[in-house]
């Protein structure tokens, strides 16, 4: 059974960075893209950024585009979010997810995941 656990949230002021994490369980972390979403209070679940099962493929979401990096270490079984000038907009519960099939694309469709985190909160006060 696959796990995967987010880290690194927290309060912070706009302008600051965060680098968020999230460890998967297993020995398949290598073959499978991974991706991260978040969730604001009343909002639906978007899509941030994704990468794919190398690491040569990444993908962002327009909002965080330019301020977000995705990476993976696939020798800890781990990705992570670098995040900085965080912005009040990106106050959210963020969740990394595993993509459903290995080696193949990234993508932002959040059905294109069959393993999710249980979330970390962000919160960017203004």
């Known amino acids: 059974q696959v796990q995967l656990v987010e880290s690194g949230g927290g309060l912070v002021q706009a302008g600051d960075s965060l680098r968020l994490s999230c460890a998967h369980s297993g020995r398949t972390f290598s073959s499978y893209g991974m991706g991260w979403f978040r969730q604001a209070p009343g909002k639906e679940r978007e899509f941030v950024a994704a990468?794919?099962?190398?690491?040569?493929?990444?993908n962002y979401a327009d909002s965080v585009k330019g301020r977000f990096t995705i990476s993976r270490d696939n020798a800890k079984n781990a990705i992570y979010l670098q995040m900085n000038n965080l912005k009040s907009e990106d106050t959210a519960v963020y969740y990394c997810a595993r993509r459903s099939q290995p080696f193949i694309s990234v993508s932002s469709a959040a059905s294109a995941y069959d393993y999710w985190g249980q979330g970390t909160q962000v919160t960017v006060s203004s």
């Open positions: 990468i794919n099962w190398s690491g040569a493929m990444t």
